[in-house]
């Protein structure tokens, strides 16, 4: 039986940084419950520091949020596997996107960009890469349920386009740019204005 501990990148607003890095969250879990029930809301996992323990479905979100670095421990205690903290964008990663971005993408209720989560527009899973290019500003609940609110994201030579869902559009679906920052807002409305 292998342990495995997740080590989680909390997410950005919500916990203090510890020398400009995200305070990290421990969370361990048995490796047959990661496995066999990931993502299906069986098993639990354990945040440090609390005795309760918690879901799986609370870890998957937990690291679909912010990333997670893999450590492999043996029934003996040894250490075989430390997986690099790839999937969680730096601290300076986020800073820029959340410039860039201003605030979730998606059209609606607005939120402090430091209260976003950086959302990776092609999966990691699919090789998507932790790079600004490929991450956006989005709110907690578009971060969960983006397939289901209709809209689409996609990364032009590193700028962000949206298109907004079919029964949201009266004409034809079109990608458009997109951003929220006030600063960049301003010049778009001033190079439309001549
Ligand atoms: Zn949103």
Same mark, same amino acid.
């Given at each position: 039986m292998l342990a495995v501990i997740l080590d989680v990148?909390?997410?950005?607003? *919500?916990?203090?940084?510890?020398g400009g890095a995200p305070a990290t969250? &421990?969370?361990?879990?048995? !490796?047959? /419950? &990661?496995? =066999? /029930?990931?993502g299906q809301g069986r098993g639990i996992g354990w945040i440090d520091g %609390? !005795?309760?323990?918690?879901? +799986?479905? #609370?870890?998957? $979100?937990? +690291?679909?949020n912010g990333g997670q670095?893999?450590?492999?421990?043996? $029934? *003996?205690?040894?250490?075989? =596997?430390l997986g690099s903290p790839e999937r969680c964008f730096t601290a300076a990663q986020r800073? #820029?996107?959340? &410039?860039? /971005?201003?605030?979730?993408i998606i059209p609606g209720r607005k939120i402090p960009a430091g209260m976003t989560e950086?959302?990776?527009?092609?999966?990691?899973? !699919?090789?998507?890469?932790?790079?600004? /290019?490929n991450g956006v500003c989005l709110c907690w609940w578009h971060h969960r349920y983006l397939a289901a609110s209709g809209w689409a994201i996609r @990364? %032009?030579?590193?700028? %962000?386009? +949206? @298109?907004?869902p079919p029964w949201l559009e009266t004409g034809a679906r079109k990608w458009r740019n997109e951003t929220k920052s006030c600063p960049r807002m301003t010049d778009a409305a001033e190079r439309e204005n001549g």
């Open positions: 990148v909390s997410r950005a607003g *919500e916990a203090p940084t510890i969250v &421990l969370v361990s879990v048995r !490796e047959q /419950d &990661l496995n =066999a /029930d990931f %609390v !005795e309760t323990p918690i879901s +799986i479905s #609370a870890v998957t $979100d937990l +690291i679909s670095q893999k450590v492999v421990i043996t $029934d *003996e205690g040894r250490i075989i =596997a800073r #820029a996107i959340q &410039l860039r /971005d201003g605030t979730c950086i959302h990776h527009v092609i999966p990691h899973s !699919e090789g998507g890469p932790t790079h600004t /290019d @990364m %032009v030579r590193g700028a %962000v386009q +949206i @298109m907004a």
